[in-house]
């Protein structure tokens, strides 16, 4: 059972209306007109807003659709998405941040560089859409609390109920549902936290509270957007000397309380520069990786391999930009820098990727490959992206070849889904995903200006398994990582353009 199936006997349903500004709170409400709607039995405030309750999803949203709501809409309502990456830009020049990784001597290394590179590199703010929106259901009891959510949080969402409540954690029982999607955007406790507050402020009746789809985008905990700078020597054989990647942008565990303990002092969240500096496979004698934490106060949440996804993307384009200027094949230049032991499984991977997928063979006329690898949550992963580029600037993606090691396989039929659903949703953000701010608002709403990928868009994709000596790794975040950096790798050998900014837009390829 899904939780939107969920039904208790003397159900309520209920949907709230927020602010639409980050942080801010109800002012004042009128509730006169939403109580006329025929079915409507309640409107009550809660911490999140004013919640409509009603006998049905309808009725409880035309109520909430006559409600009358005046908002402190708060300092947020002043910040812009063109003002947070100008921030990041400038912050990015700062002197000193905290640093996640570091080996040699990488000013003398760049300084004496045979040739020297520089790129800045920026990802946005996304959503996680999941196909099920938010929703919950509660029963407080009044010594008690029983919930059923589609939740990844069992035991946090117990927590912060009893933070909420004042109720011992035994007392909360969480009953878990099937999730439609769940993406990292499900271990938060917000949707949860809504239908208890719900149902105790409606005479402790059970209430499932049920999310639009505007809701589900416009108040989300998203994944962190990011302004990156990357400076790199090379020697006279073409290999890299010196690495120097700079990160600026927001936290996820400042918002994401269980975790704020893991915040360093100096600022750095480990999930900011995760995939930068606490794996590094190349083989590479100076290192710089650090970090400047700026929260602009959008809600930050874990993303499907939260840092990796804008790192991935990141040090993969890069490489690639590397290679290039070295005038070396994208993928024999992988090759040289996953030359450490601690790489062999990457570069295994990378090699049966490119095998399989015929890298160096030819192609149909305006048909080009790219190629990137990384690793993730135990999970070596290598991706062949064959894409081609339209006169008017569409990127159609053909085929996706894709070789992942993760240990001992159980089921090969699910880790070959896991990484076909990774490879989509990865895409999916590539080609389209961005969320914007304007006046602290999120301007995007649903499936019309916020797209994922069509069925007639979704690529081919071959996955092909290779079982690694080591310990049993992920298998459901790896995939989405190699996706973004493969396909704007090729669209750079079909057309000559580097894109270091995401989503890919028509308007950047067109002829």
Not at 204 to 221: A, C, G, L, M, Y
Not at 231 to 247: N, S, V
């Amino acid at each position: 059972m899904f939780g939107l199936d969920v039904k208790r006997p003397g159900m309520l349903i209920a949907t709230v209306e927020k602010c639409p500004v980050f942080g801010g709170k109800v002012k004042s409400y009128d509730a006169s007109r939403a109580l006329k709607v025929k079915g409507v039995k309640k409107v009550v405030q809660i911490g999140s807003g004013v919640a409509v309750v009603a006998d049905s999803y309808w009725a409880a949203k035309k109520g909430r659709d006559a409600l009358s709501v005046t908002w402190d809409e708060g300092a947020m309502a002043k910040v812009n998405s063109d003002g947070i990456f100008k921030n990041w830009a400038d912050l990015a020049k700062a002197p000193a941040a905290a640093e996640r990784m570091r080996t040699g001597d990488v000013a003398a290394a760049l300084a004496g560089g045979a040739k020297r590179l520089e790129a800045v590199y920026e990802v946005p703010f996304l959503a996680h859409v999941c196909m099920e929106p938010m929703n919950a259901t509660a029963h407080f009891k009044g010594d008690s609390v029983e919930i059923w959510a589609p939740t990844q949080a069992q035991s946090w969402n117990q927590h912060w109920v009893s933070q909420l409540t004042g109720l011992p954690p035994k007392a909360i029982t969480v009953h878990t549902t099937y999730l439609g999607g769940g993406f990292g955007r499900r271990l938060e406790s917000d949707y949860v936290l809504d239908a208890v507050e719900t149902s105790r402020a409606a005479d402790n009746v059970p209430v499932k509270v049920i999310w639009t789809r505007e809701d589900d985008i416009q108040h989300d905990f998203y994944r962190p957007a990011s302004h990156n700078v990357l400076q790199a020597a090379l020697g006279a054989d073409g290999m890299p000397t010196a690495w120097r990647h700079r990160i600026v942008g927001g936290s996820i565990l400042q918002f994401f309380k269980t975790f704020a303990h893991f915040v360093r002092k100096d600022g750095m969240d480990p999930t900011s520069a995760q995939g930068a500096g606490d794996y590094f496979p190349y083989d590479i004698p100076n290192v710089l990786v650090d970090y400047v934490n700026n929260n602009p106060g959008v809600p930050c949440g874990f993303w499907r391999s939260v840092g990796n996804t804008q790192n991935g993307f990141i040090l993969e384009g890069f490489v690639d930009e590397l290679a290039h200027a070295a005038g070396k094949d994208p993928y024999e230049y992988r090759r040289q820098l996953f030359s450490k032991p601690h790489a062999a499984r990457l570069r295994a991977v990378l090699d049966l990727a490119a095998q399989k997928a015929g890298w160096g063979k030819p192609l149909p006329a305006g048909v080009h490959r790219g190629i990137a690898a990384h690793f993730a949550y135990g999970g070596y992963c290598a991706q062949v992206a064959e894409v081609s580029v339209a006169r008017d600037g569409k990127v159609k993606v053909h085929r996706v070849v894709a070789a992942i090691d993760s240990g001992w396989i159980v089921n090969p039929g699910n880790a070959v889904a896991q990484i076909e659903g990774a490879i989509f949703y990865g895409l999916s953000a590539a080609l389209y995903g961005e969320i914007t701010v304007k006046n602290g608002r999120v301007e995007q709403s649903n499936f019309h200006d916020y797209p994922i990928l069509r069925m007639d868009e979704m690529p081919k994709v071959e996955v092909h398994i290779l079982e690694g000596k080591g310990e049993q790794g992920g298998i459901g975040e790896p995939g989405t990582n190699p996706i973004a950096p493969a396909v704007t790798n090729a669209i750079f050998a079909a057309t000559g353009k580097r894109i270091r900014k995401l989503p890919i837009r028509p308007e950047m390829l067109r002829a």
